[in-house]
């Protein structure tokens, strides 16, 4: 099971910090990641963490977030600076081995200007 904290109301040009704690399933051994939803939209990676620790970003969110996971506590963490209107959406956190995905529940994050 993924668990994601850490949503809510923040101001503009704040930042957002989202945790993810996994269970279940040995951490170690996934491709980790962050997704978001906005209204109306279709669902969009922001960030992922592979087993090697290596990110990726979005176009939309390098230079302004950072992922990390910590495998022995079998979290993953989201930074993201510089919110705008435009970064409102459900975020969920991911973890992929091969073809099986798990999903959190999501977190909804609003950001008021």
């Known amino acids: 099971q993924l668990q994601a904290s850490g949503g809510g109301l923040v101001q503009a040009g704040g930042t957002l910090i989202l945790s993810c704690r996994v269970s279940?399933?040995?951490?170690?051994?996934?491709?980790m990641g962050w997704y978001r939803q906005a209204p109306g939209k279709q669902r969009e990676m922001v960030a992922t963490?592979?087993?090697?620790?290596?990110?990726k970003y979005s176009n939309f969110a390098r230079g302004r977030a950072a992922i990390t996971r910590d495998n022995p506590a079998n979290t993953m963490v989201l930074r993201m600076t510089g919110l705008s209107s435009e970064d409102t959406g459900v975020y969920y956190c991911?973890?992929?081995?091969?073809?099986?995905?798990?999903w959190g529940q999501g977190t909804l994050v609003t950001v008021s200007s």
């Open positions: 279940g399933i040995s951490l170690s051994q996934y491709n």
């Open positions: 963490i592979n087993r090697g620790y290596d990110p």
């Open positions: 991911n973890a992929q081995l091969q073809r099986t995905n798990y």
